[in-house]
Every structure is written in structure tokens, then in C-alpha cells.
């Protein structure tokens, strides 16, 4: 028996717990979903071409925000970084651009400041060269005040911290910033490429240089006056550049466009695109899969402490069926099950959890989604709920950007790989 005091600890503690961030390598919390998730597997999938390609890689992974891609990402840092190769790794929305208008340049600076940062034994002076030009042609623009022959690697540094901060955080200077960078993206290009290749001078024989760049899949999609979209302009129009480094590169890439005309042409540029679907907790049918369900079972068990990890049910839920349904009512989602499970603690005072903290979390996250909804798009919705598939229009599209749409994978009977779709079972009720 717990006093009130200890009950709030416990409470507090699983609530934490339950952060929606990406999780460290090794970390205890980690399950292995492979087996409801189409067999993907971003360490064998992706790592095992950076391992045996010769020449340098150029790799797109994607799927929905918060399906525990840069959780993958980062074991896939440490598989390569095990056995001696060299991962940089960056979340480039973190300090280095706005997703809300993102630009092939921003992404160029964010490449540079990183391995600048990362490759400490490379020869920095490429790179400090360009920068010095470019700070001359910023004068009137970033209002500094810096000595150009004071420039050195970590008055580099900084100076590029200030140039992507502006980027991303000013739009009165954005544009402004972009304008005068963007007609000297190749020299940055050249002198990137010669900073690289002195700095793989120094790696041992064989050791592989990777760079990961992360949460490119965030940018929000604009659509231009011709009909094209900011993400053809970044992956498809600067294909050729975003390929012009000399390392292996992975790009992450919004699952919008996975879906789009654009598919065999990424294909042909990239080869072939990763997407990591989300969890299978129901069958085409509708009926409850067992297999994914078990598999979020054990995700909570994992994260709460560990006094009460031997019976979910009754310790921390009150029945399975109330364990059950919020499983299923996440849809599989990963980011979705974290969150419910930390709205259903909020509205908890003592465990276990009962059935209405559930259903007032589910009916929070419904209104959620409901409101990411436009009205046209109810009738596309109730579409895909029936037949299961999609037909690549922009509508449908902007559904799988925003989550609306949930991707599942299984292989049938015979060994063949299925993909199917489905409305985000919060929304249901609504269809």
C-alpha cells in the first residue's frame, strides 16, 4: 500500500517516462518491430549498403513524425561507429532550419557546420575561405561586426551557428541570407568536398564516412504557382548537388513524397527509398492482430518503473481491455501510444488506470486530429477506411504527411510483401 505522496512520485515517474523522444542505442526500452512492420530494418536495409558499396551512397529514409525513425537512425550510428566508421549525425530542424520553409542552401549550410564541427582532423581552411567571402557579401544583412582575417575554425563555427540561426528563426533575413548565398552553393560544394576528402585522408583503410541527416522529413510541403513543391525542389531539382559530397549520405524524406509522381524518379536518383510503416495492431479486416499488439504491450511494460512491470494488469491497468484499447486506438503509431499513455497518467490520481482516463485521452487526441482535417478531406478519408488503398493524389498525400493515414505492412501467405493503408483509428467515430 502506497500514500498519496509516494502515488504521485509513481505517477510522475511513469509520466516522464513516457517522453515522446527518440531513444539512445541500448537503451532498455527498446523493442524490436521488425517482425509487425514488414521486416524493416534500417541497420541491415541501409547500413549493409554504406558497408559494401564502393562508391559513395546516397540513401532516403522515410515514414510518419515520431514512428521511431531516428531511434532507428541512431542504432544505425552505433552499428557503423562499432567497428571503427565514421557517422555524422545531425537533426537538422534542431538549430539549422525552420520546416516550415525550408531550402536546398539551408540544408548545405547545415551539412557544413556539422562536419566542420564533426571532422576534427580535416583541414578546415576550404572551408574557411568560403565562409570569409560570404561574410563580406552578409556585412549589411547580419549587421557583424567580424574581422575577416580573424577567422578561424571556431570563429567559423560560430559563424555558421549565426548564419543557419537566422535562417531559421528570422524571416525578415531569411530570404535575404539565401539570395546572397545561393549563387556560391558549388564553390561551398567544391570546398566541402575538399574538406571531406582530408579528412577521410586520416581514416584508416576502409573506414567508411556517413552522414545523417535527420528530420528532413518535417518540412512542410509548399506548393508553388507551377504546381510544383518545395520537396521537388529540394530532392528532385538539387538532386544532383545534394549527391556532390564525397561520403555516403542519408537523407530522411517527407513519406508524402515516397507517395507521388515523384516515386521512380527518386528511385533512379537515390536508389531505391526505405519507409518504416507503422505497427500492425489490426488487420486488413479490422479484426485485432495480436502479433503488433503484443509488441506495444511490451513497449509500456519497458517504460514503466519496474515495481510494476510484472503485472501490467492490475498494477498499472485496470483490465486488458482498457490496455487493449488504447493500443488499438493508437493505431500503432508510436508517437501516438507515448502521448496517450501520458494523457491517460495526467487524468490518473491513483493507479491503475481506468477505462475513462483512457477514453478522455483518446477523445483529446481525436480532437487533435480532427482539427488537422479539412472538410473536403472527410469523404477521402471514409475512401481509404473501406478499400484500404491510396491513390497518390495530393490530397491523399497531405492525409500520410499529416498522419491522418497510417502505412502497415505484412507478408502473406505465399511470402509476398503487402502494404496496406487506413484511416488513424481515432478517427473512426468520425467516418
Given at each position: 500500500m502506497v500514500n498519496s505522496q509516494e502515488m504521485e512520485d509513481l505517477l510522475d515517474e511513469m509520466y516522464n517516462s513516457f517522453a515522446p523522444t527518440p531513444l539512445q542505442p541500448g537503451d532498455p526500452a527498446y523493442v524490436d518491430c521488425r517482425a509487425v512492420r514488414?521486416?524493416?530494418?534500417?541497420?541491415?536495409?541501409?547500413?549493409?549498403?554504406?558497408?559494401?558499396?564502393?562508391?559513395?551512397?546516397?540513401q532516403l529514409?522515410?515514414?510518419?513524425?515520431?514512428?521511431?525513425?531516428?531511434?532507428?537512425?541512431?542504432?544505425?550510428?552505433?552499428?557503423?561507429?562499432?567497428?571503427?566508421?565514421?557517422?555524422?549525425?545531425?537533426?537538422?530542424?534542431?538549430?539549422?532550419?525552420?520546416?516550415?520553409?525550408?531550402?536546398?542552401?539551408?540544408?548545405?549550410?547545415?551539412c557544413t557546420r556539422h562536419l566542420l564541427r564533426e571532422l576534427k582532423k580535416a583541414n578546415p581552411?576550404?572551408?574557411?575561405?568560403?565562409?570569409?567571402?560570404?561574410?563580406?557579401?552578409?556585412?549589411?544583412?547580419?549587421l557583424t561586426d567580424i574581422k575577416i582575417d580573424d577567422v578561424n575554425l571556431d570563429v567559423g563555427l560560430q559563424e555558421f551557428a549565426k548564419i543557419t540561426a537566422a535562417v531559421r528563426s528570422e524571416p525578415?533575413?531569411?530570404?535575404?541570407?539565401?539570395?546572397?548565398?545561393?549563387?556560391?552553393?558549388?564553390?561551398?560544394i567544391q570546398s566541402l568536398s575538399a574538406f571531406i576528402e582530408s579528412g577521410r585522408s586520416a581514416f584508416p583503410e576502409k573506414t567508411k564516412l556517413l552522414v545523417i541527416a535527420d528530420n528532413l522529413d518535417r518540412i512542410v510541403p509548399i506548393f508553388r504557382d507551377n504546381g510544383c513543391s518545395n520537396h521537388e525542389e529540394i530532392f528532385l531539382d538539387r538532386h544532383e548537388q545534394l549527391?556532390?559530397?564525397?561520403?555516403?549520405?542519408?537523407?530522411?524524406?517527407?513519406?508524402?513524397?515516397?507517395y507521388s509522381h515523384a516515386a521512380t524518379e527518386l528511385k533512379d536518383n537515390y536508389g531505391i527509398p526505405q519507409v518504416l510503416p507503422s505497427i500492425m495492431v489490426r488487420d486488413e479486416k479490422g479484426d485485432p492482430y495480436q502479433p503488433g499488439l503484443d509488441i506495444l504491450r511490451t513497449m509500456i511494460q519497458r517504460r514503466v518503473p519496474e515495481s510494476l512491470r510484472d503485472a501490467l494488469v492490475?498494477?498499472?491497468?485496470?483490465?486488458e481491455e482498457?490496455?487493449?484499447?488504447?493500443?488499438?486506438?493508437?493505431?500503432?503509431?508510436?508517437?501516438?501510444?507515448?502521448?496517450?499513455?501520458?494523457?491517460?497518467?495526467?487524468?490518473?490520481?491513483?493507479?491503475?488506470?481506468?477505462?475513462?482516463?483512457?477514453?478522455?485521452?483518446?477523445?483529446?487526441?481525436?480532437?487533435?486530429?480532427?482539427?488537422?482535417?479539412e472538410e473536403d478531406q472527410w469523404s477521402v478519408l471514409r475512401e481509404?477506411?473501406?478499400?484500404?488503398?491510396?491513390?497518390?493524389?495530393?490530397?491523399?498525400?497531405?492525409?500520410?504527411?499529416?498522419?491522418?493515414?497510417?502505412?502497415?505492412?505484412?507478408f502473406d501467405a505465399q511470402g509476398d510483401k503487402r502494404t496496406w493503408y487506413d484511416a488513424h483509428p481515432v478517427l473512426w467515430k468520425e467516418l
Open positions: 514488414g521486416d524493416e530494418d534500417v541497420v541491415q536495409d541501409l547500413g549493409k549498403t554504406v558497408r559494401r558499396s564502393r562508391p559513395f551512397t546516397y529514409y522515410s515514414g510518419y513524425r515520431g514512428s521511431g525513425k531516428t531511434t532507428e537512425l541512431l542504432r544505425l550510428k552505433k552499428d557503423l561507429e562499432d567497428p571503427g566508421h565514421v557517422v555524422v549525425y545531425f537533426a537538422a530542424d534542431d538549430a539549422d532550419l525552420s520546416v516550415q520553409d525550408a531550402q536546398y542552401t539551408d540544408i548545405l549550410l547545415a581552411e576550404p572551408i574557411l575561405n568560403w565562409l570569409k567571402g560570404r561574410l563580406r557579401d552578409l556585412k549589411d544583412v547580419m525578415g533575413q531569411r530570404q535575404k541570407i539565401r539570395d546572397r548565398l545561393e549563387p556560391h552553393n558549388e564553390t561551398l549527391k556532390a559530397l564525397n561520403c555516403h549520405i542519408i537523407y530522411t524524406v517527407p513519406i508524402s513524397m515516397i492490475p498494477k498499472v491497468f485496470e483490465s482498457i490496455l487493449r484499447d488504447l493500443c488499438l486506438i493508437s493505431g500503432g503509431y508510436v508517437r501516438d501510444l507515448v502521448q496517450l499513455m501520458q494523457e491517460a497518467i495526467t487524468k490518473t490520481d491513483t493507479l491503475p488506470i481506468k477505462a475513462r482516463a483512457v477514453q478522455r485521452a483518446a477523445d483529446d487526441l481525436r480532437d487533435v486530429y480532427r482539427r488537422a482535417v481509404i477506411h473501406q478499400t484500404k488503398e491510396i491513390d497518390n493524389d495530393n490530397v491523399q498525400r497531405n492525409l500520410l504527411f499529416i498522419r491522418c493515414v497510417l502505412e502497415y505492412r505484412y
